[in-house]
């Protein structure tokens, strides 16, 4: 009989390669709480056996959802859905008896004690503080990019190097995998420009931010000034000035934002494309757009090693002055590509590419080597060989 291996996922997305590394060896169940993964899934070939939905299967969360959408703003409520969430893992832990969980992001599985070994790949390879948080340490495994991140981990945690080194696999990062299916497959991008209504002559221009390293959840730094001010003006400078396509694909956080009336001046512009979302996470759509792109526009994303991954031209929008550095999985320095700190500097930078196309461009693949170890297809095998040696080594 295989052994059971459970995905908490985060985004269909990122752990999808895994998925394909395994899914011939373990029995792989996935276990999902944003409604919009479900069709991906089936995409992949899941059927319902294979797939566990976590909210709708508890009468009293329905309840909790229907009174805090009624009542929530009025009366001030706070609950907390995180912990029917948790809860709902632990009956699932108990109730099919996994023999691993593997899951993409870091916070939410470290909160619960199952009776299997766990391990994450994280959500993405970013500047953020992900796998240089303290959660690393309730999980028995942690699969890292290459050895910037080992290296950067044991620097940060020195008395705890031999627990560290036990926990801590290098490992091919789920992020990049998606892009080598795109070449493998020969991705048309005709069509996909017709699809967003971009003009395929035009160089093509990814703007692409997080959600969290403005203040006040702002999607670009405050020293731009009102937003739909600064964005009408680099929509002008993109697609007037240097008569680019410009794709703005908010972070799922930002999503609704743009729905203000603020905003609508967007829908009337010429060859820009407000990307949709699935509204809740990644999709197959939003790793075209990166792979189609001339050039990206971020901040602290995961999106800056991956499309550094993929040799796009980089423009880096500093985080504001909360954000810290020194918390940061990388160093700042380790960005390479212009910063645009100043919005009036846009025209300068777009032409500073436009008159040198290489650009940053060893920088780059300095960047991808030192970040990523394993860059082929053949490196999923990896994946195969560690999970096996993690079940093997089990005595739980």
């Known amino acids: 009989m295989k052994k059971k291996v459970f995905f908490l996922t985060d985004s269909s997305v990122n752990l999808r390669s895994v998925y394909q590394a395994l899914k011939n060896h ?8 944003h409604k ?35 009542f929530g703003k009025l009366l001030n409520l706070k609950i ?16 099919f008896y996994p023999n691993l969980w593997i899951t993409d992001t870091g916070s939410l599985l470290s909160k619960c004690k199952v009776k299997c070994p766990k391990a994450t790949f994280k959500h993405s390879v970013t500047y953020k503080k992900y796998f240089l948080g303290e959660n690393i340490f309730q999980y028995d495994y942690v699969f890292i990019p290459g050895e910037y991140h080992y290296n950067r981990i044991l620097n940060r945690y020195p008395k705890k190097i031999t627990e560290l080194k036990k926990k801590l696999l290098i490992s091919p990062s789920p992020r990049i995998y998606p892009f080598l299916n795109l070449k493998k497959d020969s991705f048309e991008l005709k069509d996909f420009y017709k699809k967003l209504n971009l003009d395929k002559k035009n160089k093509t221009i990814v703007l692409a931010p997080t959600h969290d390293a403005f203040f006040d959840k702002r999607f670009l730094p405050k020293n731009f000034g009102d937003e739909s001010v600064a964005l009408k003006k680099i929509c002008k400078t993109i697609t007037e000035d240097f008569e680019y396509n410009f794709i703005i694909k908010p972070h799922h956080y930002h999503h609704d934002k743009l729905k203000n009336k603020t905003f609508n001046f967007l829908s009337s512009l010429k060859n820009v494309h407000i990307f949709k979302t699935n509204k809740n996470y990644d999709s197959i759509d939003s790793e075209k757009i990166f792979f189609l792109a001339d050039l990206v526009i971020t901040d602290t994303s995961g999106v800056g090693p991956a499309c550094c991954f993929l040799n796009k031209k980089m423009i880096y929008l500093n985080p504001d002055d909360h954000f810290d550095w020194g918390q940061s999985d990388i160093d700042k320095n380790l960005r390479p590509g212009l910063i645009l700190d100043n919005i009036n500097k846009l025209e300068n930078i777009l032409l500073s590419y436009e008159n040198n196309s290489q650009l940053y461009e060893k920088e780059r693949l300095s960047f991808k080597d030192k970040i990523f170890k394993y860059q082929s297809f053949n490196d ?3 994946i195969k060989s560690q999970v096996e040696e993690i079940l093997d080594n089990d005595k739980s």
Request: hydrophobic residues 45%.
């Open 380 to 382: 999923l095998r990896i």
């Open 36 to 70: 919009k993964i479900k069709s991906e899934l089936y995409d992949l070939g899941c059927s319902e056996k294979d797939i566990i939905f976590l909210g709708n299967n508890s009468i009293f969360f329905l309840i909790k959802l229907i009174i805090n959408k009624i």
């Open 26 to 33: 373990y029995d792989i169940t996935w276990v999902y709480y």
């Open 80 to 95: 907390n859905f995180e912990n029917d969430i948790l809860n709902q893992i632990n009956l699932i832990d108990k109730k």
